[in-house]
Nanobody
Framework: QVQLLESGGGSVQAGGSLRLSCAAS????????MGWFRQAPGKEREGVAI???????IYGDSVKGRFTISQDIAKNTLYLQMNSLKSEDTAIYYC????????????????WGQGTQVTVSS
């Protein structure tokens, strides 16, 4: 079974950086899409960054140029490097995985971590 465990959340001042990690097990990297999603108070969950089974990365418009998604296949770990953080980035961040179908990622993703809180203060 697929298990996802996020870590690295915390509190940071605006302009600062955090790196989130997601330890994954029970899936094959080359057949799964992996991604980071977030849910802020009063808002729907949104996609932050996704890496497809083909290796292509996509980012939400609000984080382009600031966040970077990457994966360490040997360590079965997904990362989200977050730079130039803004108060608007405050949210619970979730790691997610789903099997790719015909080159497309599922919507919604199938497997989810427990979430890690990121709080950015101005």
């Amino acid at each position: 079974q697929v298990q996802l465990l996020e870590s690295g959340g915390g509190s940071v001042q605006a302009g600062g950086s955090l790196r989130l990690s997601c330890a994954a097990s029970g899936y094959t990297f080359n057949s799964f899409c992996m991604g980071w999603f977030r849910q802020a108070p009063g808002k729907e969950r949104e996609g932050v960054a996704i890496i497809g089974s083909h290796g292509t990365t996509i980012y939400g418009d609000s984080v382009k140029g600031r966040f970077t998604i990457s994966q360490d296949i040997a360590k079965n770990t997904l990362y989200l490097q977050m730079n130039s953080l803004k108060s608007e980035d405050t949210a619970i961040y979730y790691c997610a995985a789903g099997r790719a179908n015909g080159g497309r990622c599922p919507d919604p993703f199938t497997y989810w971590g427990q979430g890690t809180q990121v709080t950015v203060s101005s």
